[in-house]
T-cell receptor
Framework: DAGVIQSPRHEVTEMGQEVTLRCKPISGHDYLFWYRQTMMRGLELLIYFNNNVPIDDSGMPEDRFSAKMPNASFSTLKIQPSEPRDSAVYFC?????????FGSGTRLTVV | DQQVKQNSPSLSVQEGRISILNCDYTNSMFDYFLWYKKYPAEGPTFLISISSIKDKNEDGRFTVFLNKSAKHLSLHIVPSQPGDSAVYFCAALWGAQKLVFGQGTRLTINP
């Protein structure tokens, strides 16, 4: 298994632009999580899905953030419009019976 | 409302000595605690965990201690090795699937 696959690895965009981060979870995992890593708050949970259904999006910072999981093998996190304070590393993780596996992350820089 | 806190952003330890990383939490509903290790440009990987019904769990050089009355846990690494240099995240499991992370502690092992 290739693990959790995130793309792109790095993204540099201008303020105001739309950004889409992608995640392919491990096959058979029934939970998918989006986290954001910042120096101040560490790893923050943004949203998670169970069997493709969003369960808790209370961590999504603003309406500019949205996430979808159209099927069991794909999820997106979209920021529109992006702002410099969104710059961070975004991680996707999937799990089955409590065993989490993280992707390598997407480093987002908004200038 | 940081429910899991790691108050030391960094720690430097000499090779061969003991490394002690600390973590505090506020939510008494957490029923499982985990430590993750993160290298640069990689996602966090699971290191060791402890159930809330135990006070100690040991795995080779790594031991996690839980003090429920103080809402405190710690990770001991002995002896510390250069390959242990990484960022360590404390995490707590809530509702069987939702992982809440601390801010992380950067551990540096000096030769």
């Amino acid at each position: 298994d290739a693990g959790v696959i995130q793309s792109p690895r790095h993204e540099v965009t201008e303020m105001g632009q739309e950004v889409t981060l992608r995640c392919k979870p491990i096959s058979g995992h029934d939970y998918l999580f989006w986290y954001r890593q910042t120096m101040m708050r560490g790893l923050e949970l943004l949203i998670y899905f169970n069997n493709n259904v969003p369960i808790d999006d209370s961590g999504m910072p603003e309406d500019r953030f949205s996430a979808k999981m159209p099927n069991a093998s794909f999820s997106t996190l979209k920021i529109q419009p992006s702002e410099p304070r969104d710059s961070a590393v975004y991680f996707c993780a999937s799990s089955f019976r409590g065993g989490y596996t993280f992707g390598s992350g997407t480093r987002l820089t908004v200038v | 409302d940081q429910q899991v806190k790691q108050n030391s952003p960094s720690l430097s330890v000499q090779e061969g000595r003991i490394s002690i990383l600390n973590c505090d939490y506020t939510n008494s509903m957490f029923d499982y605690f985990l430590w993750y290790k993160k290298y640069p440009a990689e996602g966090p990987t699971f290191l060791i965990s402890i159930s809330s019904i135990k006070d100690k769990n040991e795995d080779g050089r790594f031991t996690v201690f839980l003090n429920k009355s103080a809402k405190h846990l710690s990770l001991h690494i002995v002896p510390s090795q250069p390959g242990d240099s990484a960022v360590y995240f404390c995490a707590a499991l809530w509702g069987a699937q939702k992982l809440v992370f601390g801010q992380g502690t950067r551990l540096t092992i000096n030769p």
